[in-house]
Nanobody, 122 residues
């Protein structure tokens, strides 16, 4: 499956963004989806995951309450709504897909999209 993320940008602290990731190539609804991010000099970290049906979601503690993951299987798209952005949210955000339940660690995940840059100024 091919993944294309978009929606990043340069924003101010407190602003909101909605990231999108469009999938192609395979049956999107067969895949669990996730968002990870990587700040300069840091390891890629887990942000949020959503099961293939959308029934179950999981969030990193440091984004819980501000980030919302969702998906539209008809549009083959997964979203990440980011509210109350903070400078520490600055990173490249990557979407990921896996036919198995998405782990919280980036190693071993089947498919990755190219990231979209989010930069939050204070």
């Amino acid at each position: 499956v091919q993944l294309q993320a978009s929606g990043g940008g340069l924003v101010q602290a407190g602003d909101s963004l909605r990231l999108s990731c469009v999938a192609s190539g395979r049956t999107f609804s067969n895949y669990h989806m996730g968002w990870f991010r990587q700040a300069p000099g840091k390891e890629r970290e887990f942000v949020a995951t959503i099961t293939w049906s959308g029934d179950n979601k999981d969030y990193a503690d440091n984004v819980k309450g501000r980030f919302t993951i969702s998906r539209d299987n008809a549009k083959k798209t997964v979203y990440l709504q980011i509210d109350s952005l903070k400078p520490e949210d600055t990173a490249v955000y990557y979407c990921a897909a896996d036919s198995a339940p998405m782990p919280r660690h980036y190693l071993g995940i089947e498919y990755w999209g190219k990231g979209t840059q989010v930069t939050v100024s204070s």
